[in-house]
């Protein structure tokens, strides 16, 4: 390609703009103007996400390395729209936890930054960069309060897994690179289609796999997950959820997609084995939980099974139903976490205590009543879009005749079920042992979960719309 | 069997085994100094593979540049309890040994079945001419990532770093 | 006519509902005045279809009641002789009855709730009688259950009251479970309900079909009845008010089950064995009523054990295929037998609710002598004394049984005359010892002079007296110059025509017997119990005492049920509960269900909190994957 | 087809009604007003449908009196299709009866958090009606699903001791089931889909669809386990107890009246038609358990202490009768099956009521703490007395018709079924015997100068009083309903048609 | 010259496992780090190795970017483990265990 069309990478050059700037603003005004970081903040993602739903970058991808396509703009959009949300909770929660500084707001848009390029990548390299930049973001992002032993150890600890789970994708790639000899997405996947034993590929497939299997927290590199769940600042652990994960799987669909039957036939038992693993030991294992963030970390393991699930069945139905799944699961744990975030025992700590929730219904009815709602969506139950994105997937998997693990998954629901019901059961039901609870929406998290409730409604109801830019978004990389 | 050969296989002993002392011991000063070695062993072979602009780089930014750094935080770090542990106990590296034999052996296994490696490929250097052009003309995109993930490692570096009760953070 | 039986029945229901949803705002008198109308005006509309119809038989139907595909039901009517002469005593006797309540409960407050019963249980008497198709017998016969339920347990305060009334709906219930089944064989086999139907296509079906339908028909009967073995509830259900046990427990509804059987005599006809059985059952039932009623002391419960005996009659008629004289005795049973209550029914009252006849004191002839010649009617007329109604209806069951051709049905005729001797025995031993006898109370001297029952409860005696007297003249045999004119009269109804073909002189010579007998018999109670005292508690454990006792017990037969069915059902119900669904399977449904916390504990165990764990993990999946991929890989290959 | 949402409307003016509840929170008397004109206003329009009924009795054209069917989520090829019949019909109106009596009886027993109560209430009132009239087998789940989850929060929150145990128990039953089938219920679109290249979830052309024998074996056990947990069928029915014993009385009654019939309806409706044969295999199990069901509940009845509990099993016991009904599948017993399922929700509902009107006077429903209480309680005493009657199908009274109807409709297929159904029915009169006599006969035991039933209580039963009588002695319009619905080739696809 | 392929790969491939079990194993934070570095590491010699194989400069233009990625996040590991230090006093990774279960 010889003239490069600035405005298809508009959104990352937007991301970028708005990264520095906030960092420089942060470093030159004295006493950091809060307010004035956040709007930057805000202003830079909305933006994004606009452009990102305006600009078409077309079919080529930028540099032969970056696709701009729908299928990129589709989660770029979603990418955007999440770190919009968190930030918003973020508005309060982070004035509270003293934590609201350039650094916060900057590495949070260079996150999503990273997002897209993992999700946009077309070349390992790049893919690399993201994954790195990703996961370098969320280390500090994670470790904000540098006060809190609890922040510092999750971040240690999601820094040594990640520091090793990128020394599995470098050889990975390396790996890849040398049975292919090229560093470009779909010309190596489709190398493969000739030469009949390209195993060098399943090894590079092998790695890949484990290093995307830890960030979106399959069993068994889920063990990770509760811990920076509890540890992390709330949003952070919304954005965390509802981006990376949705990043990197968003990175590995499309290696999916354009790997070759060869490869396919090969991968796709190891892919039923992580699915069935991780929905029934998430589900199992969350129901032991008393702390609500862990217990939701475990249940975001188990949705990440229903999410293989949907990638299994990609030659059926193209990833429709897994990408409309991911929608679905953004949208409900955004509204899941933005709820916690709003909650505090004391300015300093979340409520986190499940016991700490006893008649939360009724002392705080909005909150408890959103969390329900996304909860009783997380559980797949109508008229919600979790609801539908469960319909797809199962329907999916069917179709691909995996009638066991479509069992498997029902018998997780059942049991998820249970933890859901759980925390509603105390939240409702539990004679009210009354906490200091000093919490409520700030105006910015009010309306994020208002717009949230919304969406998860909606999608639920009316999903025909999302499922049309789906399609146009998968149809732009089926080859 | 040319020199190269010889140059090769004696570099690649060398890498290992500093390699396998770095591992293994108990002072981290101990070990960032093997690991030092090791990495000097890797410049030696990125040479003879061909690529001596990444044999420099590796000495200067592995070799010259991280360890140090390590060096500096380890000094730095005063360790209570000073940070020796107890590498040699059974329990704690059998399963270690066992899980990376396995992965080694079937890693290597599935590389040795890929016929298209076991040619031998001839040696021709990438002179570093080479490298900067296609680096700056094919892949300045990456190398502005690059910069940002530089960036946000700096920041992040100099936010941790901070001592936290820093009169800016309190509002 | 249809509008004549369509007031017939209305009248009554009319009249419990009047009570029922009006009657806490009427004044008592009022309540009393619409109840007995409504009883008194279907007797007038009795009467007038019953001169209406002459001997035919309409079948015609009110309203449709329920269908769904070919099954259909509707409110039908079958109105025949045989059904004119039971609606007519019915009414006539349960309109006597209600006159006589109004004096008997002149204290009670419940009186809202007793006439309304009453009354509707007139109504589904009546329904029972002239139901044009079985489910809507059905209704009056489970009705009728419901009102005989809830007038037994009239005085619910009083336990054996409350119990007695259930235990007579769940012993009568056992009765309609076959009657259930028998309307759904004869939905399959017939094809229709209708009595009409059913007498026209009796006739076709093979005999033993017919003998599957009787048999639960029968079933039925006995439970309604209080045959053996189902007569366990109605001593017990003497518990209620005396005038209830007048009308439902020895008038009316204790009968239906026999007129059930004539009904659908035609079906019953067709087979033979049935007949034998039912025969068997009754004789059985006679001597078992017969023999408790000579020993018991409670005056209710001796009128309670001679109607079973009674009964017992009746379907012995029937089992010797002689409708005309089941239904003769039944009428001639139904005017003497509530006579006796009745009539019980004062003394009771006049001697302040005693109803131990040893303990009444004796000597009420001089105290109430109006009485006295009632009740001696009533008691020839129970003790078949001649020329009493009792005397004819039952000399006709035992001439139709020695008829019979069959040998064991001669034996059958001995039985049945043996008993026979008993019942003046039983009949003037409770007369005696209530007006004679002197007073063997141990508990001092008897009772003060009783005080007056008013003239209304005395008075309705009277005509029933009559009846129980003269009766016999209904159907005088033929050599007594009689026309036997309601054997006459039902010959229209279909298998009542029988001919009792026998020679003048033998039928003479067995009433001179019969009549000999029963005036023996008559003069040894006199002698026995006018003169011996009867210790009211044996203490020695003689044979004689025994046997007493076992009568008394109604040979042991309700305790047998207490024990051995009642009980065990209810312990096992309490065990299928704790044990099976709380215990087995509701537990083990909650255990699995446990057991996935459990797993989910040891699981959490898996999440150390060790960085270097969770690496491990990652490397461990890592070869996990690598070993699946190379399987796969390799299982391709080869 | 009119596309004038008269069916949308009834559907969906209780979940309407349930939001603006919430909206008045702060006015309790305003939620109750609101939530009672609702539900009269959705009773009315049901009841404008009976005028539609004459030029149904000749099903035209179409087999449905009403249907309505609106594009949906067509990509998916799920449509919003709703469809009335006679059974339909007939259900609604006693969905929206008993939805109208329930705010009547929750209106001095609910005390806290009423708004959230009637919005609960109404939300489900939605989501039964829905259940009643989706003829598209995705809404149909839809509804399912929506109509257990209120549930759960009415038990959970203003439930008695054990409240959360039960709703818990209750919610995991149900859905469960509901997510099996929903697996299946998948696997049947995909299948028809490939057949006949066109994804549809209409029921009409799901029951076209043509299987190999195992898998219409699986599909139709997964349909069956759902709706078998909701009818309750004998061994999964151990959540019922629990669930009514806890439930406030306006959740016993819904329970009863209502959640349990969708079970059947639905069996009727969808698991027969569209899995035929496996459900002609299926015959033999379902009528032992039925029966099985029938003896199981009525004997352990008699063993209960609580009133509540006890009539929870008699009506389990109940609905093994109905399920035989169902199982023998011929015009007489699905008609005797269709009038029972109303009549059970008339009777168990009353007793319902009653039993919670005497729990709000005594604060027991122990039956040992009871006894005598006509002496105090005589109108209290009278209903009781009949509902308790009616329930062991006194002829003249709605049960026996229905009973009647399915047991001699049983006698024509399976003479031993009936006869062993026939023996059931004497069960159940012992423990009602048994329930009366601790009750309301013996002598008394609580102290007298109780209030009997208040005006606001006798609007409630006398509604039921009549229908009661009503289905009793003039069953016909109702039967006749069911019987040109029941007659309709569409529902019977494949199965022994039923001819009139 | 031939040196085969297959050998580089099988050194990288070891110092791969070495790096990885020194990750598992050891618990002061330094060495794991140190871990961390020779499986990059090991990774860049894959890289060189096949540049060499397939005669082409985007391996060993990948190596560098490798090597800054990985100063990068030594770099901010080292300051995370500063931070941790200063707060338990030490840099033993079992001290790791506010969080767990």
């Given at each position: 390609m010889t003239e490069l069309s600035w405005k298809s990478v508009f959104f990352q050059l937007l991301l970028a703009a708005g990264g520095i700037t906030i960092f420089t603003a942060g470093a030159l005004?004295?006493?950091?103007p809060k307010h004035l970081l956040f709007g930057l903040a805000t202003g830079t993602v909305l933006c994004a996400a606009i452009a990102a739903f305006l600009i078409d970058g077309g079919r080529a991808p930028f540099f032969q390395m970056l696709d701009v396509g729908d299928y990129a703009r589709f989660f770029n959009v979603l990418f955007a729209m999440a770190a919009l949300f968190a930030l918003l909770f973020s508005h309060r929660h982070a004035g509270l936890r003293r934590v609201a500084g350039d650094e916060f707001y900057g590495l949070m848009i260079l996150a999503v930054l990273g997002m897209s390029l993992v999700a946009g990548a077309t070349q390992w390299l790049v893919f690399f960069l993201g994954f790195e930049l990703l996961s370098l973001s969320f280390y500090i992002l994670i470790a904000m309060?540098?006060?809190?032993p609890s922040g510092i150890e999750a971040a240690l600890k999601y820094l040594i897994m990640g520091m090793v789970s990128s020394g599995f994708l470098a050889f990975g790639i390396a790996m890849f690179y040398a049975a292919?000899?090229?560093?470009?997405m779909p010309v190596g996947l489709t190398?493969?289609?000739?030469?009949?034993?390209?195993?060098g590929m399943l090894l590079s497939l092998g790695l890949i796999l484990t290093a995307a299997g830890f960030k979106i927290s399959?069993?068994?590199?889920?063990?990770w997950t509760p811990d920076v769940y509890q540890g992390a600042p709330t949003p952070v652990t919304a954005l965390l959820t509802a981006g990376s994960k949705i990043a990197v799987f968003a990175g590995l669909l499309r290696i999916l997609i354009l790997s070759s039957n060869w490869l396919w036939e090969r991968s796709a038992p190891v892919l039923w084995m992580l699915a069935a693993a991780t929905l029934l030991i998430g589900s199992v294992t969350a129901l032991?939980?008393?702390r609500v963030k862990r217990l939701l970390a475990y249940s975001s393991v188990a949705q990440m099974g229903y999410a293989v699930m949907g990638a299994l069945s990609v030659r059926a139905d193209g990833g429709l139903a897994v990408i409309f799944y991911f929608t679905a699961y953004a949208l409900m744990d955004l509204g899941a976490f933005g709820v916690i975030a709003t909650l505090?025992?004391?300015?300093?700590?979340?409520?986190?205590?499940?016991?700490?929730?006893?008649?939360l219904g009724y002392s705080h009815p909005w909150q408890a009543a959103l969390l329900s709602i996304c909860l009783l969506s997380l559980a797949g139950l109508p008229p919600t879009a979790g609801f539908i994105g469960k319909f797809m997937v199962f329907k999916a998997v069917l179709q691909a005749g995996y009638f066991v693990l479509a069992m498997i998954g029902i018998a997780s629901a059942i049991l998820s079920l249970y933890v859901y019901l759980k925390v509603i059961v105390v939240m409702f039901m539990k004679p009210n042992t009354v906490t200091a609870v000093t919490s409520g929406f700030g105006t910015a998290a009010r309306l994020a979960l208002a717009m949230i409730l919304c969406g998860v409604l909606w999608a639920g109801v009316f999903p025909s719309p999302l499922q049309t830019l789906i399609s146009r978004a998968i149809a732009a990389i089926s080859i | 069997m040319t020199v190269f050969n010889i140059i090769f296989y004696i570099a690649a002993a060398i890498v290992v085994g500093a390699t396998g002392l770095a591992i293994t011991r108990k002072q981290v000063v101990h070990a960032v100094c093997y690991l030092v070695i090791s990495f000097m062993g890797t410049a030696v072979l990125f040479y003879i593979l061909g690529a001596p602009l990444l044999a420099a780089l590796e000495v200067i930014?592995?070799?010259?540049g991280i360890m140090v750094l390590f060096l500096f935080v380890v000094m730095m770090v005063k360790d209570t309890?000073?940070?020796?542990?107890?590498?040699?106990r059974v329990k704690r590296w059998l399963p270690a040994m066992i899980l990376a034999g396995t992965s080694a052996l079937i890693s290597g296994l599935l590389v040795f079945a890929d016929?298209?490696?076991?040619l031998r490929p001839p040696i021709v250097t990438g002179t570093p001419q080479e490298f900067g052009n296609i680096l700056f003309k094919d892949y300045w995109f990456p190398v502005e990532i690059a910069s940002l993930l530089l960036l946000a490692a700096l920041i992040g570096a100099h936010y941790l770093g901070r001592r936290a009760d820093h009169p800016e953070d309190t509002p | 006519m249809k509008p004549v039986l369509f007031l017939l029945l209305s009248f009554p229901l009319l009249g419990a509902l009047l009570v029922s949803l009006i009657g806490r705002h009427l004044s008592r008198r009022a309540v009393e005045t619409i109840a007995c109308t409504a009883v008194a005006a279907s007797f007038i509309l009795a009467l007038t279809a019953f001169l209406l119809s002459g001997q035919k038989a309409y079948s015609l139907t009110l309203a449709r009641w329920f269908a769904a595909g070919s099954f259909q039901v509707g409110l039908d009517l079958y109105y025949d002789p045989l059904a004119a002469v039971m609606a007519l005593m019915v009414t006539f006797v349960s309109s006597l009855v209600h006159l006589y309540s109004v004096g008997y409960m002149?204290?009670?407050?419940g009186y809202i709730r007793y006439f309304c019963f009453l009354n509707l249980f007139v109504f589904a008497m009546l329904v029972i009688v002239t139901a044009g198709n079985l489910v809507f017998l059905y209704l009056g016969w489970e009705t009728v259950g419901l009102c005989s339920y809830a007038l037994i347990g009239f005085?619910?305060?009083k336990p054996e009251a409350a119990n007695a009334g259930a235990k007579a709906f769940v012993v009568t219930r056992l009765g309609d479970v076959a009657f259930g089944i028998a309307i759904a064989i004869c939905w399959v086999t017939l094809g229709h309900l209708s009595v009409s139907g059913i007498h026209d296509s009796a006739a076709g079906i093979d005999a033993s079909r017919a003998g599957i339908i009787g048999c639960f028909l029968f079933l039925a009967a006995i439970g309604k009845s209080a045959q053996?073995?189902?007569?366990?509830w109605l001593p017990d259900?003497?518990?209620?008010?005396t005038p209830v046990s007048a009308l439902?427990?020895?008038?009316?509804m204790v009968t239906a089950g026999v007129y059930l059987l004539m009904r659908f005599f035609p079906v019953i006809q067709a087979s033979m064995p049935l007949m034998a059985v039912i025969a068997c059952v009754g004789i059985l039932t006679i001597c078992f009523g017969a023999l408790g009623a000579l020993i018991q002391k409670d005056i209710k419960r001796i009128l309670a054990y001679s109607t079973i005996s009674q009964v017992g009659y009746m379907f012995l008629a029937l089992g010797a295929g002689d409708v005309a004289g089941s239904l003769f005795h039944l009428i001639a049973h139904a005017f003497f037998k509530s006579l006796l209550f009745l009539g019980a029914g004062c003394i009771i009252q006049a001697l302040h609710?005693?109803?131990?006849i040893f303990r009444?004191?004796?000597?009420l002839r001089q105290k109430m002598p109006q009485l006295f010649w009632l009740f001696l009617a009533g008691t020839a007329a129970l003790g078949a004394f001649p020329l009493t109604a009792g005397f004819f209806s039952k000399d006709r069951i035992l001439l139709a049984v020695f008829l019979q051709?069959?040998?064991?049905y001669k034996l059958l005729w001995v039985i049945a005359s043996m008993a026979a001797m008993i019942t003046p025995l039983y009949a003037f031993r409770l007369f005696i010892i209530v007006f004679?006898?002197?007073?063997?109370?141990?508990?001092?001297?008897?009772?003060a002079s009783p005080t007056s029952v008013p003239d209304v409860m005395t008075r309705v005696l009277w005509p029933l007296a009559f009846f129980s007297v003269?009766?016999?003249?209904?159907?005088?045999?033929?050599?007594?110059?009689?026309?036997e004119w309601l054997a006459q009269y039902l010959a229209?109804?279909?298998?009542?025509?029988?001919?009792?073909?026998?020679s003048s002189k033998m039928e003479s010579a067995m009433q001179l017997g019969s009549a000999l007998l029963t005036i023996i018999m008559v003069i040894v109670a006199c002698i026995y119990y006018g003169t011996r005292v009867e210790s009211?508690?044996?203490g020695t454990e003689t044979l004689l005492s025994k046997m007493q006792a076992l009568f008394r017990n109604g040979f042991y037969l309700d305790r047998l049920y207490q024990t051995r069915i009642t009980a065990p059902y209810r312990a096992a119900a309490g065990l299928l509960w704790?044990?099976?669904?709380?215990?087995w399977l509701d537990a083990g449904l909650n255990q699995s269900a446990r057991s996935f916390l459990t797993l989910a504990e040891t699981l959490r165990?898996?999440?150390?909190?060790r960085v270097s764990r969770y690496v491990s993990m990652m490397v461990a999946g890592f070869a996990l994957i690598l070993c699946s991929l190379t399987l796969a890989w390799w299982y391709l290959l080869i | 087809m009119n596309t004038s949402p008269l069916l949308g409307t009834i559907v969906f003016l209780p979940l309407f009604g349930a939001l603006a509840a919430l909206l008045y929170w702060h006015n309790e008397r305003t939620c109750r007003l609101l939530a009672l004109t609702v539900m009269l206003a959705d009773l009315v329009l049901v009841l404008f449908l009976f005028t539609l009924t004459p030029h149904f009795?000749?099903?035209?054209?179409?087999?449905?009196?009403r249907v309505e069917d609106f594009s949906w989520m067509d990509a998916l090829g799920i449509r919003f299709t709703l469809a009335l019949d006679g059974i339909s019909l007939m259900l609604i109106l006693l969905t929206t009866v008993i939805g109208a009596l329930t705010v009547l009886i929750s209106?001095?027993?609910?005390?806290?958090h009423v708004a959230a109560f009637h919005f609960f209430l109404l939300a489900m009132m939605t989501g039964v009606l829905g259940v009643f009239l989706a003829m598209d087998v995705f809404l149909f789940y839809l509804f399912w699903e929506l109509q257990s989850i209120p549930m759960f929060f009415l038990i959970g929150i203003?439930?008695?001791?054990?409240r959360i145990y039960a709703a818990v128990k209750f919610a995991l039953f149900t859905i469960s089931g509901s997510l099996v089938m929903f697996l299946a219920l998948l696997g049947l679109h995909l299948l028809h889909a490939r057949q006949s290249g066109e994804t549809t979830f209409a029921l009409h052309q799901l029951i076209q669809t043509s299987f190999n024998l195992p898998l219409e074996l699986t599909f139709f056990a997964a349909f069956a386990l759902a709706f078998a947990i909701k009818i309750p069928m004998f061994p999964l029915h151990t959540w019922l107890p629990d669930a009514h014993t806890e439930a406030p009385t306006a959740g016993s009654v819904i329970l009863a009246g209502l959640l349990l019939k969708t079970g059947v309806y639905a069996l009727l409706r969808f698991a027969f038609p569209l899995f035929p044969h496996a459900a002609q295999l299926f015959t033999p199990l379902l009528l032992i358990l039925g029966l099985t069901g029938i003896f199981y509940a009525g004997w352990i009845a008699l063993a209960q202490t609580d009133l509540k509990r006890l009539v929870a099993y008699s009506s389990i016991s109940h609905m093994g009768l109905i399920i035989v009904g169902i199982a023998v599948w011929n015009l007489t017993t699905l008609s005797g099956s269709l009038l029972q399922m109303i009549n059970h929700g008339i009777t168990t509902s009353a007793l319902f009521i009653l039993i919670g009107m005497l729990d709000e006077r005594l604060h027991t429903r122990r039956l040992s703490d009871l006894g005598g209480l006509w002496k105090t309680l005589p109108v209290w005493s009278g209903f009781f007395l009949f509902f308790s009657l009616a329930s062991i199908g006194l002829?003249?009274?709605?049960n026996f018709v229905g009973e009647m109807l399915i047991l001699i409709g049983t006698f024509t297929r399976q003479p031993w079924a009936a006869a062993a159904g026939f023996i059931g029915l004497l069960l159940t009169v012992v423990y009602v015997m048994r329930m009366l006599r601790e009750s309301i006969?013996?002598?008394?035991?609580i102290s007298p100068g109780i209030a009997d039933l208040t005006g606001r209580e006798l609007t409630i039963l006398i509604p039921l009083t009549v229908g009661a009588l009503w289905l009793g002695l003039h069953p016909g319009p109702a039967l006749e309903l069911f019987g040109t619905a029941l007659t309709v080739p569409d529902l019977v696809k494949g199965l022994p048609i039923l001819t009139p | 010259m031939t040196i085969p392929f297959t050998h580089m790969l099988f050194l990288a491939i070891l110092l791969f496992v070495m790096g990885a079990a020194c990750a598992m194993t050891r618990k002061n934070l330094f060495l794991i780090l140190i871990g961390v570095e020779v499986m990059l590491n090991a990774a860049g010699i894959a890289f060189v190795a096949a540049a060499m194989r397939w005669l082409d400069m985007n391996g060993q233009i990948m190596v560098l970017f490798v090597m800054t990625a990985a100063a990068a996040e030594i770099a901010v590991a080292l300051a995370l483990i500063i931070c941790f230090q200063r707060q338990s006093g030490s840099t033993n990774a079992d001290r790791l265990s506010l969080l767990k279960g």
């Open positions: 005004l004295k006493n950091k309060r540098r006060d809190a292919t000899g090229t560093l470009d190398a493969t289609k000739s030469t009949g034993s390209a195993t399959l069993v068994p590199f889920h063990l032991a939980q008393t505090c025992a004391s300015p300093e700590s979340d409520l986190d205590a499940l016991d700490s929730y006893r008649g | 930014i592995y070799a010259g309890p000073p940070s020796i542990d107890k590498p040699s016929p298209g490696n076991r | 002149r204290y009670d407050n005085w619910y305060e053996l073995p189902l007569s366990v259900a003497m518990a209620g008010p439902i427990h020895a008038a009316t609710e005693e109803q131990d009444m004191g004796g000597g051709p069959q040998a064991g004679f006898g002197k007073s063997q109370s141990p508990s001092g001297p008897a009772k003269f009766l016999g003249f209904l159907n005088l045999p033929l050599n007594w110059a009689g026309k229209a109804v279909p298998g009542s025509a029988m001919e009792l073909h026998a009211v508690e044996t704790q044990k099976v669904d709380a215990g165990l898996w999440t150390t909190g | 009795r000749e099903p035209a054209g179409g087999n449905w009196l209106w001095n027993e609910i005390k806290e203003w439930g008695h001791e054990r002829p003249g009274l709605n006969w013996g002598e008394a035991r | -």
